[in-house]
């Protein structure tokens, strides 16, 4: 338990930056699984949707990110001739999120430095 505030400062700034960590790659997993179940949708061949998840995860992060890949999905779903209606591609998103939420629950990343 800490004893000083020296102590309690770096324990606050290291679960600070676990939170970081893990908020940016349930984000990264995120877009990863909404791509991948976009493009199962529209029964894409794999090395379109490798394509497709690079483009997504290129997507800066920040404000307007989610409104960015929903863009962007809904762009390529419209090309290839499936228009799916925002809120449906809202609510996957939110599912997904939950799904890679849990993902990382169960399995957190390794870190290289021990950790």
Do not use: Y
């Not at 679960?15 to 493009?39: G, M, N, P, S, Y």
């Not at 960015?68 to 390529?76: D, K, M, P």
């Not at 090309?79 to 849990?102: F, I, N, T, Y």
Request: overall charge negative; proline content about 5%.
């Amino acid at each position: 338990m800490p004893t000083s505030f020296q102590d309690r400062e770096q324990a606050f700034e290291a679960k600070f930056a676990h939170d970081e960590e893990f908020r940016f790659l349930a984000f990264a997993r995120r877009d990863k699984l909404f791509v991948q179940w976009a493009t199962v949708k529209l029964g894409l061949p794999e090395e379109v949707a490798a394509t497709l998840v690079r483009a997504v995860l290129a997507i800066a992060n920040g404000p307007g990110h989610d409104q960015a890949v929903l863009h962007h999905v809904a762009g390529v779903l419209s090309a290839h001739g499936a228009a799916v209606p925002d809120g449906d591609l809202a609510s996957a998103l939110g599912r997904c999120m939950q799904e890679a939420m849990k993902q990382l629950a169960e399995t957190p990343p390794h870190h290289s430095d021990g950790t």
